[in-house]
C-alpha cells in the first residue's frame, strides 16, 4: 500500500536540553516527559496539522561550556530547528540564549 502525500508530516524539531543521562529529575525522567508532550501535540489535529514535532536531546551537565557545545552541535545539524528548550539553569541558559539570537531561534 502507498501513502499519500496528504499523510505524510513535515518534521519541525526541537533541540532539548538536558542536564543528564541517568535516571531522574534532571535526566531520563526528563527526557521522557518531552516525549509525552511531543506525543500529546502530534496526536492533537488542532495543534500543528500537517506538521510532526520531534525533539533532539542533548546533555548539558550543568555546564556553561557543555551547554554551548550542545547547542552549536544542534544547530550545525542538517534538520533545521524552530526553538530550543534548555538549558535547565540560568548560567547556561543566558550563555544559550545568547547564542539562540543569531539562529533566530526561540530559547
Not at 525522567?29 to 508532550?37: P, R, S
Not at 520531534?54 to 550543568?62: M, P, R, T, V, W
Amino acid at each position: 500500500s502507498s501513502i499519500s502525500a496528504s499523510t505524510v508530516k513535515k518534521p519541525l524539531y526541537l533541540g532539548v536540553m538536558v542536564p543528564f543521562s541517568t535516571r531522574g529529575p534532571s535526566g531520563i525522567d526528563l527526557i521522557e516527559t518531552v516525549k509525552l508532550a511531543l506525543s500529546d501535540i502530534n496526536n492533537n489535529q488542532t495543534i500543528l496539522n500537517g506538521y510532526e514535532l520531534k525533539a533532539e536531546i542533548g546533555f548539558s551537565k550543568f555546564n556553561p561550556a557543555s551547554a554551548i557545545d550542545v547547542f552549536i552541535r544542534m544547530v550545525t545539524r542538517k534538520t533545521i530547528k524552530v526553538g530550543i528548550i534548555g538549558a535547565q539553569n540560568s548560567r547556561s541558559s543566558e550563555y544559550v540564549a545568547s547564542a539562540a539570537k543569531s539562529w533566530n531561534l526561540a530559547q
